[in-house]
């Protein structure tokens, strides 16, 4: 397999997100994803809405927890400190793969260094094409496919064992 480094921004539509302040939040049921690098990025549950509700996209920390990156595959919120990434072929596969790329390479920002949008649409990460030199977004599909189900297995073999 050969593999070639793409711009994010030829994968992705990179858009910001746009802040809720503290005291304009109401609690809700809808996640809003900050810049934290805990719970898949979810700060809080709101009720507010904005133009960055979305799913199915990869939130980019530009600020806070530089570089985390993390797939929603449900409705959320964007505050500002994060970037909203719509990968242009859309799979759920495909999404988690770009944004392990991503998250591989989190080292290399942090406060004095951010990942801003200018940087997060230059950043390259490294994928796989096929012999026409296209991202071959199939192999990506059956690679990711092939982890997940090794990782359900792994758990219901654990799950056996324990209930031995």
Not at 32 to 46: D, E, K, L, S
Not at 47 to 57: F, G, P, S, V
Not at 65 to 73: E, L, N, R, T
Not at 138 to 153: D, G, S, T, V, Y
Request: aromatic share 12%; glycine share 6%.
């Amino acid at each position: 397999m050969k593999w070639k480094p793409f711009k994010i921004s030829d994968v992705c539509e990179i858009n910001s997100g746009q802040d809720i302040y503290e005291r304009e939040r109401v609690a809700g049921n809808t996640p809003y994803i900050t810049a934290t690098a805990n719970n898949n990025g979810i700060g809080y549950f709101v009720d507010n809405m904005n133009a960055t509700l979305e799913r199915d996209c990869i939130s980019v920390n530009r600020n806070g927890s530089v570089g985390y990156a993390f797939y929603h595959p449900y409705a959320a919120l964007y505050g500002n400190d994060t970037r909203k990434l719509r990968p242009k072929y859309q799979s759920k596969y495909v999404s988690l793969f770009i944004t392990t790329c991503i998250l591989k390479q989190k080292e290399k920002y942090g406060y004095g260094y951010k990942m801003g949008t200018d940087r997060l649409k230059k950043q390259k990460i490294l994928l796989p094409v096929n012999p026409q030199g296209e991202i071959h977004f199939e192999w990506i599909e059956n690679a990711m496919m092939a982890k997940e189900l090794n990782q359900i297995i792994q758990l219901i073999h654990y799950f056996d064992n324990k209930q031995q």
